[in-house]
């Protein structure tokens, strides 16, 4: 097992040197581990539980519940400038399932990285090979290299940081798959299956780091399982002794995917740059170009801060001009106010002088009133006696005539009577 794979791996290399295992850096390579035990040379932790180990494997974290982390790392820093490392791995989970695994060479990497991710980590001296399911990709393996200074929590956009990646869909294969990355003094080379997924001939991994494996589930978990891990070398003996030197970045590009092209990343480009040892520069020429690649740095920088202060001054007189228009608004608004105020004394005279004016109206109205009654009472009296004087000679006459008549009838009778009586004393 341990000899194909080191032909594997050299042959990969195009190199026609073996390579040679790495013991105090390696597990799982016999096909065996020791069940619910320490693996020798490696602390394993984890949260809630710690990672359990099988037989023939690492439960990093387990199928549920979800939000697990769990991280195995290697006691022992690399003290190898080239080397070939392989990782066998399975991830598996519900159709929606989520979780991320990182692969990290690093600077004391159990204490200052722990069980976070890419995501979690704050600071982080090394190399990261995250795994996950990145923006929808179903599945992508990154490179990500950071000296210590940056700090991934606070970066708006760590995928921006990213020197190289390649898209593989590592879910629920059932079978494990391999992740190889090596290192040789002019090349840095991610394989998976053995396909290539990226490399860069600027970055090199000094030795002094330690090699890890961290894996964090989401919510609906992944569980994602390790089978080994196995470094290898060309020369045993070439071990390098002592912790890298601070901020041994590897010259990686700022944005750039990994790529073949050398360019110089610094032009026009107003980034820090990187701090060099002085002692290290030698020629005059080489003095030079340091000099005025810093000057020309410090040059973009203050045209970068002189450009945001002037945007920062347009945006104050901006601001200004705004607020001085709201006032002036503010002051045109009060000034139709005092107008109300006269117009409502106004209103006011004018309700009195309305009021005033019924009064008035009501007082003349009833004096007419009365004077109209008054009138009308003087005819009335007057109406009466004319009723009187015109009707009672009318009453008179009649009775007269009614009298004087029963009288000619009375003297009309008697006259008849007495002629009745003569002409029989004449016959
Ligand atoms: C291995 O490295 C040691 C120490 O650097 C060196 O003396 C030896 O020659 C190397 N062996 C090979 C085969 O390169």
Request: net charge neutral; glycine share 8%.
């Amino acid at each position: 097992m341990r000899f194909s794979l080191s032909l594997a791996a050299a042959g990969l290399a195009s190199v026609a040197q073996a390579q040679f295992l790495v013991s105090d850096l390696s597990f799982g390579h016999t096909g065996r581990l020791e069940v619910g035990r320490a693996i020798p040379n490696f602390a394993i932790a984890g949260t809630p539980e710690t990672p359990q180990v099988l037989s023939n494997k690492v439960i990093l974290t387990p199928p549920a519940p979800g939000k697990a982390r769990g991280s195995i790392w290697a006691n022992n820093p690399n003290k190898y400038a080239t080397w070939v490392a392989d990782v066998d791995f399975r991830v598996g989970g519900p159709e929606r399932g989520g979780g991320n695994l990182n692969i990290w060479l690093a600077r004391s990497g159990s204490q200052e990285i722990g069980q976070s991710s890419i995501y979690t980590i704050n600071k982080f001296d090394g190399l990261a090979l995250v795994l996950d399911q990145h923006s929808g990709s179903g599945g992508m393996i990154r490179g990500f290299l950071n000296d210590g200074t940056i700090d991934f929590n606070t970066q708006p956009n760590i995928d921006s940081l990213a020197f190289g990646h390649c898209n593989y869909a590592y879910r629920n294969l059932g079978r494990p798959s391999q992740i190889k990355f090596r290192q040789t003094p002019d090349n840095f080379r991610v394989e998976i299956d053995g396909r290539l997924c990226f490399e860069s001939n600027k970055i090199s991994i000094p030795p002094g780091y330690s090699f890890g494996i961290t894996a964090a589930s989401a919510d609906l978990p992944d569980s994602h399982e390790v089978f080994k891990m196995v470094v290898m070398t060309e020369n045993l003996s070439a071990t390098v002794e002592g912790s890298p030197p601070m901020k041994a970045r590897a010259p990686e590009s700022n944005s750039g995917q990994a790529s073949s092209q050398n360019t110089n990343n610094n032009n026009g480009d107003p980034n820090e740059m990187a701090d060099v040892d002085a002692a290290s520069i030698k020629s005059s020429e080489a003095q030079f170009r340091d000099l005025h690649n810093r000057l020309q740095g410090i040059n973009h920088q203050m045209g970068s801060i002189f450009r945001q202060i002037s945007s920062v001054n347009n945006m104050n007189s901006n601001r200004h001009e705004e607020m001085q228009g709201i006032l002036n608004e503010v002051q045109a608004v009060l000034g139709r106010l005092n107008r109300l105020d006269a117009l409502e004394q106004k209103l006011d005279a004018l309700s009195r002088d309305m009021s005033d004016m019924r009064r008035d109206l009501k007082n003349k109205i009833h004096d007419s009133e009365m004077s109209v009654k008054s009138a009308m009472g003087g005819q009335h009296g007057n109406m009466l006696e004319h009723v009187a004087t015109q009707t009672a000679p009318r009453h008179g006459k009649l009775i007269f005539v009614i009298v004087a008549s029963q009288f000619v009838i009375v003297g009309a009778y008697i006259y008849y009577e007495r002629k009745k009586l003569s002409p029989k004393k004449y016959l």
